[in-house]
Protein backbone atom coordinates (compact mmCIF):
# COMPACT_ATOMS: atom_id res chain seq x y z
CA UNK A 1 0.00 0.00 0.00
CA UNK A 2 1.16 3.40 -1.10
CA UNK A 3 2.00 5.47 1.98
CA UNK A 4 1.22 9.09 2.21
CA UNK A 5 5.29 9.57 2.57
CA UNK A 6 5.94 8.27 -0.93
CA UNK A 7 3.16 10.45 -2.20
CA UNK A 8 4.17 13.60 -1.09
CA UNK A 9 7.72 12.49 -1.58
CA UNK A 10 7.07 12.52 -5.31
CA UNK A 11 5.38 16.13 -5.53
CA UNK A 12 8.17 17.86 -3.93
CA UNK A 13 10.64 16.27 -5.93
CA UNK A 14 8.55 17.53 -8.91
CA UNK A 15 6.89 20.65 -7.74
CA UNK A 16 7.50 22.39 -11.14
CA UNK A 17 5.77 20.35 -13.09
CA UNK A 18 2.61 19.68 -10.92
CA UNK A 19 2.10 23.64 -10.24
CA UNK A 20 2.22 24.17 -13.87
CA UNK A 21 -0.32 21.21 -14.47
CA UNK A 22 -2.13 22.62 -12.18
CA UNK A 23 -2.23 26.04 -13.22
CA UNK A 24 -2.34 24.99 -16.68
CA UNK A 25 -5.66 23.04 -15.61
CA UNK A 26 -7.65 25.38 -13.58
CA UNK A 27 -7.13 28.25 -15.99
CA UNK A 28 -8.71 26.57 -18.67
CA UNK A 29 -11.96 25.31 -16.37
CA UNK A 30 -11.74 29.55 -16.23
CA UNK A 31 -10.06 30.00 -12.84
CA UNK A 32 -7.32 32.73 -12.47
CA UNK A 33 -3.51 31.64 -10.89
CA UNK A 34 -1.61 34.32 -9.03
CA UNK A 35 1.90 33.67 -7.68
CA UNK A 36 2.66 35.67 -4.69
CA UNK A 37 6.12 35.81 -2.62
CA UNK A 38 4.29 35.88 1.29
CA UNK A 39 2.05 37.25 3.20
CA UNK A 40 2.59 41.16 2.90
CA UNK A 41 1.92 39.96 -1.01
CA UNK A 42 -1.28 38.54 -0.61
CA UNK A 43 -2.15 41.11 1.95
CA UNK A 44 -1.18 44.45 -0.74
CA UNK A 45 -2.86 41.80 -3.45
CA UNK A 46 -6.35 41.72 -1.41
CA UNK A 47 -6.11 45.29 -0.52
CA UNK A 48 -5.92 46.10 -4.42
CA UNK A 49 -8.58 43.81 -5.66
CA UNK A 50 -11.32 45.21 -2.84
CA UNK A 51 -10.57 48.56 -3.51
CA UNK A 52 -11.14 47.87 -7.39
CA UNK A 53 -14.17 46.45 -6.51
CA UNK A 54 -15.05 48.49 -4.44
CA UNK A 55 -15.88 46.28 -1.57
CA UNK A 56 -15.60 47.51 2.02
CA UNK A 57 -13.53 45.86 4.50
CA UNK A 58 -14.07 46.41 7.67
CA UNK A 59 -10.81 47.07 9.66
CA UNK A 60 -9.65 48.41 6.44
CA UNK A 61 -6.24 47.23 5.35
CA UNK A 62 -4.65 46.18 9.02
CA UNK A 63 -7.66 43.64 8.87
CA UNK A 64 -6.75 42.39 5.50
CA UNK A 65 -3.21 42.20 6.10
CA UNK A 66 -3.66 40.27 9.93
CA UNK A 67 -6.08 37.65 7.75
CA UNK A 68 -3.32 37.20 4.82
CA UNK A 69 -0.83 36.14 7.64
CA UNK A 70 -3.39 33.44 9.15
CA UNK A 71 -3.64 32.40 5.66
CA UNK A 72 0.02 32.47 5.04
CA UNK A 73 2.32 32.28 7.75
CA UNK A 74 4.72 30.84 5.89
CA UNK A 75 7.51 28.61 6.27
CA UNK A 76 9.31 30.08 10.12
CA UNK A 77 5.32 28.50 11.49
CA UNK A 78 7.04 25.05 10.37
CA UNK A 79 9.53 25.60 12.58
CA UNK A 80 8.24 27.23 14.94
CA UNK A 81 6.14 23.76 14.90
CA UNK A 82 3.33 25.89 14.82
CA UNK A 83 -0.58 24.81 15.39
CA UNK A 84 -1.27 23.23 11.86
CA UNK A 85 -5.59 23.93 12.58
CA UNK A 86 -7.16 25.40 9.52
CA UNK A 87 -7.61 29.13 9.48
CA UNK A 88 -11.23 30.49 9.55
CA UNK A 89 -12.74 31.96 5.60
CA UNK A 90 -12.96 35.35 5.68
CA UNK A 91 -16.07 36.60 3.75
CA UNK A 92 -17.00 40.49 3.37
CA UNK A 93 -19.77 42.21 1.86
CA UNK A 94 -22.82 40.11 2.28
CA UNK A 95 -21.08 37.61 0.12
CA UNK A 96 -19.38 40.03 -2.44
CA UNK A 97 -15.73 38.24 -1.54
CA UNK A 98 -14.95 35.19 0.23
CA UNK A 99 -11.35 34.39 1.28
CA UNK A 100 -10.37 30.80 2.39
CA UNK A 101 -7.16 28.58 2.18
CA UNK A 102 -6.94 25.36 0.89
CA UNK A 103 -6.28 22.08 2.20
CA UNK A 104 -4.99 20.44 -0.86
CA UNK A 105 -4.68 21.42 -4.76
CA UNK A 106 -5.00 18.62 -7.07
CA UNK A 107 -2.98 19.14 -10.45
CA UNK A 108 -4.81 16.44 -12.92
CA UNK A 109 -8.17 18.26 -12.04
CA UNK A 110 -7.22 21.72 -11.70
CA UNK A 111 -9.41 21.39 -8.54
CA UNK A 112 -9.18 22.92 -4.90
CA UNK A 113 -10.05 21.24 -2.20
CA UNK A 114 -10.85 23.18 1.11
CA UNK A 115 -12.11 21.69 4.47
CA UNK A 116 -14.91 22.32 6.64
CA UNK A 117 -16.57 25.28 4.73
CA UNK A 118 -19.85 24.84 4.72
CA UNK A 119 -21.19 25.81 0.49
CA UNK A 120 -24.25 27.65 1.98
CA UNK A 121 -26.53 30.14 0.44
CA UNK A 122 -25.59 30.88 -3.06
CA UNK A 123 -21.77 31.03 -2.80
CA UNK A 124 -19.63 34.40 -3.66
CA UNK A 125 -19.51 36.81 -6.32
CA UNK A 126 -15.80 36.24 -6.28
CA UNK A 127 -13.87 33.50 -4.19
CA UNK A 128 -10.44 33.77 -3.36
CA UNK A 129 -7.76 30.76 -2.24
CA UNK A 130 -4.74 30.94 -0.95
CA UNK A 131 -2.44 28.05 -0.57
CA UNK A 132 1.28 27.35 -0.49
CA UNK A 133 2.49 25.73 -3.18
CA UNK A 134 3.95 22.42 -1.35
CA UNK A 135 -0.53 21.66 -0.95
CA UNK A 136 -0.36 20.18 -4.50
CA UNK A 137 -1.29 16.58 -5.10
CA UNK A 138 -0.62 14.89 -8.57
CA UNK A 139 -4.61 13.15 -9.10
CA UNK A 140 -7.90 12.77 -8.08
CA UNK A 141 -7.15 9.00 -6.73
CA UNK A 142 -4.62 10.55 -4.34
CA UNK A 143 -7.15 11.84 -2.17
CA UNK A 144 -8.07 8.23 -0.62
CA UNK A 145 -5.24 8.60 1.31
CA UNK A 146 -4.99 12.23 2.03
CA UNK A 147 -8.80 13.28 2.90
CA UNK A 148 -9.03 10.82 5.52
CA UNK A 149 -6.29 12.70 7.16
CA UNK A 150 -8.34 15.44 7.69
CA UNK A 151 -11.71 14.49 8.91
CA UNK A 152 -14.28 17.15 8.03
CA UNK A 153 -18.19 17.42 7.63
CA UNK A 154 -17.72 19.36 5.02
CA UNK A 155 -15.17 18.88 1.91
CA UNK A 156 -15.66 20.91 -1.19
CA UNK A 157 -13.90 20.70 -4.59
CA UNK A 158 -13.87 23.56 -6.46
CA UNK A 159 -12.62 23.16 -10.22
CA UNK A 160 -13.63 26.67 -11.64
CA UNK A 161 -15.92 29.03 -11.47
CA UNK A 162 -19.88 28.72 -12.39
CA UNK A 163 -20.11 27.54 -15.78
CA UNK A 164 -22.50 28.59 -18.25
CA UNK A 165 -26.10 27.55 -17.15
CA UNK A 166 -25.50 27.32 -13.35
CA UNK A 167 -27.32 29.87 -11.90
CA UNK A 168 -24.97 30.32 -8.29
CA UNK A 169 -21.46 29.84 -7.56
CA UNK A 170 -18.52 31.93 -7.60
CA UNK A 171 -18.52 34.34 -10.71
CA UNK A 172 -14.52 34.39 -10.12
CA UNK A 173 -12.54 31.99 -8.80
CA UNK A 174 -8.78 32.88 -8.14
CA UNK A 175 -6.00 30.49 -6.56
CA UNK A 176 -3.00 32.35 -5.37
CA UNK A 177 -0.01 30.16 -4.42
CA UNK A 178 2.48 31.80 -2.34
CA UNK A 179 6.07 30.44 -1.76
CA UNK A 180 6.53 32.30 1.53
CA UNK A 181 10.27 30.58 1.98
CA UNK A 182 9.31 27.25 0.86
CA UNK A 183 11.44 27.22 -2.40
CA UNK A 184 14.24 27.26 0.32
CA UNK A 185 13.50 24.63 2.12
CA UNK A 186 12.95 22.75 -0.71
CA UNK A 187 16.63 23.66 -2.01
CA UNK A 188 17.72 21.23 1.12
CA UNK A 189 17.44 18.02 1.11
CA UNK A 190 16.85 17.47 4.96
CA UNK A 191 14.57 20.66 5.56
CA UNK A 192 12.69 19.90 2.36
CA UNK A 193 10.90 16.90 4.63
CA UNK A 194 9.28 19.56 6.27
CA UNK A 195 7.03 20.45 3.86
CA UNK A 196 5.89 16.85 3.41
CA UNK A 197 3.40 18.23 6.23
CA UNK A 198 -0.51 18.56 5.71
CA UNK A 199 -1.69 19.93 8.98
CA UNK A 200 -3.44 16.88 9.91
CA UNK A 201 -2.41 18.07 13.47
CA UNK A 202 -1.34 14.08 14.62
CA UNK A 203 1.43 15.60 16.17
CA UNK A 204 -1.00 17.64 18.18
CA UNK A 205 -1.57 18.55 21.50
CA UNK A 206 2.01 17.80 21.88
CA UNK A 207 3.01 19.91 18.80
CA UNK A 208 5.86 19.42 16.41
CA UNK A 209 9.04 18.50 18.26
CA UNK A 210 7.42 17.74 21.90
CA UNK A 211 4.69 14.47 20.73
CA UNK A 212 6.68 11.53 19.65
CA UNK A 213 3.92 10.37 17.43
CA UNK A 214 3.71 9.02 14.16
CA UNK A 215 3.45 11.55 11.70
CA UNK A 216 1.51 10.23 8.39
CA UNK A 217 3.85 11.92 6.07
CA UNK A 218 7.11 10.50 7.56
CA UNK A 219 8.45 13.86 9.30
CA UNK A 220 10.64 13.11 12.12
CA UNK A 221 8.57 15.40 14.64
CA UNK A 222 10.55 14.94 17.34
CA UNK A 223 14.21 15.12 15.77
CA UNK A 224 13.75 17.46 12.53
CA UNK A 225 12.36 20.78 14.20
CA UNK A 226 14.77 20.40 16.94
CA UNK A 227 17.81 19.88 14.74
CA UNK A 228 17.13 22.63 12.73
CA UNK A 229 16.18 25.08 15.38
CA UNK A 230 20.03 24.06 16.98
CA UNK A 231 21.23 25.20 12.80
CA UNK A 232 19.99 28.05 12.78
CA UNK A 233 18.42 29.24 16.37
CA UNK A 234 15.03 31.50 15.54
CA UNK A 235 15.25 34.91 16.38
CA UNK A 236 12.79 35.96 18.71
CA UNK A 237 11.54 39.63 19.01
CA UNK A 238 14.76 40.92 18.29
CA UNK A 239 17.13 43.54 20.53
CA UNK A 240 13.79 43.79 22.60
CA UNK A 241 13.93 40.31 23.99
CA UNK A 242 17.89 40.24 24.99
CA UNK A 243 17.91 43.93 26.52
CA UNK A 244 14.67 42.53 28.62
CA UNK A 245 16.78 39.05 29.28
CA UNK A 246 20.01 41.31 30.23
CA UNK A 247 17.51 43.78 33.22
CA UNK A 248 15.92 40.41 34.13
CA UNK A 249 19.71 39.27 35.81
CA UNK A 250 19.80 42.58 37.16
CA UNK A 251 17.67 43.15 40.09
CA UNK A 252 18.36 46.20 41.03
CA UNK A 253 18.48 47.84 37.29
CA UNK A 254 15.11 45.42 36.67
CA UNK A 255 13.97 47.57 40.17
CA UNK A 256 15.05 50.62 38.92
CA UNK A 257 13.70 50.45 35.08
CA UNK A 258 9.98 49.44 36.82
CA UNK A 259 10.37 52.79 38.88
CA UNK A 260 11.08 54.76 35.34
CA UNK A 261 8.16 53.11 33.76
CA UNK A 262 5.88 53.55 36.25
CA UNK A 263 7.53 57.70 36.58
CA UNK A 264 7.29 57.87 32.98
CA UNK A 265 3.95 56.36 31.77
CA UNK A 266 1.58 57.08 28.99
CA UNK A 267 -1.95 56.43 28.84
CA UNK A 268 -1.62 57.02 24.23
CA UNK A 269 0.89 54.15 24.38
CA UNK A 270 -2.40 51.99 24.58
CA UNK A 271 -1.20 49.57 26.80
CA UNK A 272 -2.42 48.36 30.16
CA UNK A 273 -1.06 50.62 32.98
CA UNK A 274 1.44 49.20 35.44
CA UNK A 275 0.08 49.00 39.21
CA UNK A 276 1.41 51.83 41.51
CA UNK A 277 3.69 49.55 43.23
CA UNK A 278 6.02 47.17 42.14
CA UNK A 279 5.69 43.41 44.08
CA UNK A 280 9.01 43.53 45.55
CA UNK A 281 7.60 47.24 46.66
CA UNK A 282 4.29 45.98 48.03
CA UNK A 283 6.02 42.37 49.67
CA UNK A 284 8.74 44.90 51.91
CA UNK A 285 5.96 47.24 52.65
CA UNK A 286 4.14 43.85 54.20
CA UNK A 287 7.04 42.94 56.00
CA UNK A 288 7.01 46.23 58.11
CA UNK B 1 6.00 37.20 -8.49
CA UNK B 2 5.27 35.62 -11.86
CA UNK B 3 4.67 32.15 -12.50
CA UNK B 4 7.65 31.55 -14.22
CA UNK B 5 9.92 32.75 -11.93
CA UNK B 6 8.79 30.95 -9.36
CA UNK B 7 8.76 27.35 -11.00
CA UNK B 8 12.15 28.15 -12.42
CA UNK B 9 13.47 28.89 -8.78
CA UNK B 10 11.91 25.39 -8.31
CA UNK B 11 13.35 24.10 -11.01
CA UNK B 12 17.17 25.72 -9.61
CA UNK B 13 16.51 24.14 -6.21
CA UNK B 14 15.15 20.57 -6.98
CA UNK B 15 17.71 20.20 -10.43
CA UNK B 16 15.40 19.90 -12.76
CA UNK B 17 15.21 20.78 -16.47
CA UNK B 18 12.15 23.24 -17.57
CA UNK B 19 9.65 20.12 -19.34
CA UNK B 20 11.53 17.12 -17.90
CA UNK B 21 8.51 14.78 -17.20
CA UNK B 22 8.42 13.02 -13.50
CA UNK B 23 8.34 9.58 -12.82
CA UNK B 24 4.88 7.82 -12.49
CA UNK B 25 3.84 8.51 -9.13
CA UNK B 26 3.46 5.82 -6.64
CA UNK B 27 -0.16 4.60 -7.01
CA UNK B 28 -2.64 4.82 -3.60
CA UNK B 29 -4.32 1.63 -3.20
CA UNK B 30 -8.05 2.08 -3.43
CA UNK B 31 -9.93 0.31 -1.11
CA UNK B 32 -13.28 -0.93 -2.58
CA UNK B 33 -15.31 -2.57 0.53
CA UNK B 34 -17.40 -5.99 -1.39
CA UNK B 35 -20.58 -4.93 0.44
CA UNK B 36 -23.91 -6.49 -0.58
CA UNK B 37 -27.05 -3.27 -0.83
CA UNK B 38 -27.80 -4.59 2.25
CA UNK B 39 -24.95 -4.14 4.00
CA UNK B 40 -24.45 -0.75 2.30
CA UNK B 41 -27.61 0.25 3.13
CA UNK B 42 -27.51 -0.67 7.22
CA UNK B 43 -23.97 1.51 7.26
CA UNK B 44 -24.84 4.45 5.43
CA UNK B 45 -27.74 4.76 8.19
CA UNK B 46 -25.48 4.17 10.82
CA UNK B 47 -23.21 6.65 9.59
CA UNK B 48 -25.60 8.81 8.52
CA UNK B 49 -27.64 9.16 11.57
CA UNK B 50 -24.56 9.89 13.20
CA UNK B 51 -24.67 13.01 11.60
CA UNK B 52 -27.71 13.89 12.49
CA UNK B 53 -29.33 13.43 9.49
CA UNK B 54 -32.53 11.26 9.32
CA UNK B 55 -32.76 8.02 7.02
CA UNK B 56 -36.16 6.97 5.28
CA UNK B 57 -36.14 4.20 2.89
CA UNK B 58 -39.23 3.87 1.06
CA UNK B 59 -39.74 1.12 -1.74
CA UNK B 60 -41.45 2.84 -4.41
CA UNK B 61 -41.60 6.71 -6.12
CA UNK B 62 -45.29 7.23 -4.89
CA UNK B 63 -43.98 6.08 -1.61
CA UNK B 64 -41.30 9.10 -1.70
CA UNK B 65 -43.76 11.80 -2.97
CA UNK B 66 -45.93 10.94 0.10
CA UNK B 67 -43.26 11.48 2.39
CA UNK B 68 -42.35 14.49 0.63
CA UNK B 69 -45.52 15.49 1.27
CA UNK B 70 -45.41 14.69 4.42
CA UNK B 71 -42.27 16.57 5.13
CA UNK B 72 -43.55 19.62 3.62
CA UNK B 73 -46.86 20.05 6.08
CA UNK B 74 -48.02 22.76 3.68
CA UNK B 75 -45.37 24.91 3.71
CA UNK B 76 -43.28 26.11 0.52
CA UNK B 77 -40.57 24.42 -0.78
CA UNK B 78 -37.76 25.49 -3.62
CA UNK B 79 -37.08 22.24 -5.74
CA UNK B 80 -34.00 21.52 -8.16
CA UNK B 81 -34.00 20.16 -11.72
CA UNK B 82 -32.71 16.75 -10.83
CA UNK B 83 -34.90 14.00 -12.55
CA UNK B 84 -35.34 11.93 -10.05
CA UNK B 85 -37.71 14.49 -8.46
CA UNK B 86 -40.03 15.00 -11.54
CA UNK B 87 -40.05 11.05 -12.04
CA UNK B 88 -41.35 10.95 -7.93
CA UNK B 89 -44.19 13.71 -8.88
CA UNK B 90 -42.50 15.70 -6.06
CA UNK B 91 -42.58 18.60 -8.81
CA UNK B 92 -46.58 18.77 -8.61
CA UNK B 93 -46.75 19.06 -5.10
CA UNK B 94 -48.55 21.81 -3.60
CA UNK B 95 -45.95 24.70 -2.92
CA UNK B 96 -42.87 23.52 -4.72
CA UNK B 97 -41.37 25.93 -6.76
CA UNK B 98 -38.72 24.41 -9.58
CA UNK B 99 -37.77 25.31 -13.24
CA UNK B 100 -35.45 27.98 -12.21
CA UNK B 101 -33.36 30.21 -15.05
CA UNK B 102 -32.77 33.22 -13.46
CA UNK B 103 -30.25 33.17 -10.94
CA UNK B 104 -31.89 36.65 -9.19
CA UNK B 105 -35.41 35.14 -9.15
CA UNK B 106 -34.06 31.77 -7.46
CA UNK B 107 -31.97 33.88 -4.88
CA UNK B 108 -34.87 35.99 -4.33
CA UNK B 109 -37.11 32.63 -3.83
CA UNK B 110 -34.25 31.28 -1.32
CA UNK B 111 -34.76 34.58 1.12
CA UNK B 112 -38.31 33.59 1.30
CA UNK B 113 -38.02 29.59 1.40
CA UNK B 114 -36.92 27.32 4.65
CA UNK B 115 -37.39 23.86 2.50
CA UNK B 116 -35.21 22.78 -0.14
CA UNK B 117 -35.53 19.39 -2.54
CA UNK B 118 -32.85 17.84 -4.39
CA UNK B 119 -30.88 14.67 -5.42
CA UNK B 120 -27.12 13.84 -5.10
CA UNK B 121 -24.50 12.51 -6.55
CA UNK B 122 -23.93 9.65 -4.52
CA UNK B 123 -23.86 8.63 -0.94
CA UNK B 124 -21.22 6.76 0.60
CA UNK B 125 -22.17 3.95 2.90
CA UNK B 126 -18.68 4.32 4.97
CA UNK B 127 -18.70 7.82 6.00
CA UNK B 128 -22.74 8.41 5.41
CA UNK B 129 -21.49 11.18 3.07
CA UNK B 130 -23.51 12.92 0.72
CA UNK B 131 -22.23 13.70 -2.12
CA UNK B 132 -23.12 16.84 -4.51
CA UNK B 133 -22.39 18.10 -7.73
CA UNK B 134 -23.41 21.27 -8.38
CA UNK B 135 -25.05 21.48 -12.27
CA UNK B 136 -27.34 23.74 -13.95
CA UNK B 137 -30.15 21.75 -12.84
CA UNK B 138 -28.58 21.68 -8.77
CA UNK B 139 -28.57 24.62 -7.73
CA UNK B 140 -25.84 25.13 -4.98
CA UNK B 141 -28.55 26.95 -2.50
CA UNK B 142 -31.56 24.63 -2.99
CA UNK B 143 -29.16 21.84 -1.69
CA UNK B 144 -27.28 23.66 1.00
CA UNK B 145 -28.37 27.21 1.46
CA UNK B 146 -32.09 26.26 3.12
CA UNK B 147 -32.71 25.54 6.94
CA UNK B 148 -34.09 22.19 6.05
CA UNK B 149 -32.59 19.89 3.16
CA UNK B 150 -35.01 17.34 1.63
CA UNK B 151 -32.92 14.85 -0.74
CA UNK B 152 -34.62 12.14 -3.08
CA UNK B 153 -32.24 9.50 -4.67
CA UNK B 154 -32.18 6.20 -5.93
CA UNK B 155 -30.18 3.37 -3.74
CA UNK B 156 -28.39 3.46 -7.08
CA UNK B 157 -26.60 6.22 -5.65
CA UNK B 158 -25.01 4.34 -2.86
CA UNK B 159 -21.33 3.77 -3.25
CA UNK B 160 -19.20 2.11 -0.46
CA UNK B 161 -16.72 4.44 -0.01
CA UNK B 162 -14.58 7.48 -1.03
CA UNK B 163 -12.07 5.25 -2.59
CA UNK B 164 -14.55 3.85 -4.76
CA UNK B 165 -16.16 7.23 -5.76
CA UNK B 166 -12.86 8.31 -6.57
CA UNK B 167 -12.30 5.00 -8.88
CA UNK B 168 -15.25 5.44 -11.01
CA UNK B 169 -13.92 8.14 -12.79
CA UNK B 170 -11.58 10.81 -11.33
CA UNK B 171 -11.91 12.89 -13.92
CA UNK B 172 -15.88 13.23 -13.85
CA UNK B 173 -14.79 15.62 -11.02
CA UNK B 174 -13.78 18.53 -14.00
CA UNK B 175 -17.10 18.29 -15.14
CA UNK B 176 -18.70 20.70 -12.72
CA UNK B 177 -17.14 23.75 -10.98
CA UNK B 178 -17.68 21.94 -7.61
CA UNK B 179 -18.17 18.72 -6.18
CA UNK B 180 -19.10 18.32 -2.15
CA UNK B 181 -18.92 15.88 0.90
CA UNK B 182 -21.40 16.69 3.19
CA UNK B 183 -21.38 14.78 6.29
CA UNK B 184 -24.36 16.46 8.12
CA UNK B 185 -24.25 20.24 9.24
CA UNK B 186 -25.27 21.93 12.18
CA UNK B 187 -27.25 24.71 10.19
CA UNK B 188 -29.28 22.49 8.72
CA UNK B 189 -31.88 19.40 9.30
CA UNK B 190 -31.57 16.56 6.36
CA UNK B 191 -33.71 14.36 5.34
CA UNK B 192 -32.85 11.77 2.92
CA UNK B 193 -35.42 9.56 1.31
CA UNK B 194 -34.02 6.05 -0.33
CA UNK B 195 -35.82 4.81 -3.02
Known sequence: ???????????????????????????????????????????????????????????????????????????????????????????????????????????????????????????????????????????????????????????????????????????????????????ELLASPERRDLLRCVRCGACLPGRVGGGGVDCPVGIDTEGLPLRLREEAPLEVGGWKFRLWGYVMRKPRLYEFAGQMLRAFWREEWGLPAPPAKSFRQAWREGKK | MAGDALLESLRLALGRKKFQKPSTPPEPLLVVRNWTMEERLERFRAAFEEHGGALHVVSSEQEARTLVAELLAGREALASGAPVLAECGVLGLAGVQSGFTDPELLGNAAQTVRIGISSCYSLLAESGEVVLRFTPEEPRCISMGLPIWVIVASRRKLLANLDELLGLNPRSFESSSETALIAGSERQEIHLILI
Not at chain 1, 10 to 37: F, M, P
Not at chain 1, 76 to 93: K, M, Q, T, V
Not at chain 1, 154 to 182: K, M, S
Request: net charge negative; glycine share 10%; proline share 7%.
Open chain 1, 1 to 183: MTKPTEIRSHVLANLDHYLAELDKQLTAQGGTVVYLRGADEVADYLELLTREREIPVPGGAESLRRHAERLEPGVEAYLRGESPADPESLELADGALRISAAAFLIADAGAICLTGEHPGGTGPKIQVVVAGIEKVLPRMRDLAVFLPLLPSDTTRFLTGPRRAGELDGPEELCLILVDGGRS
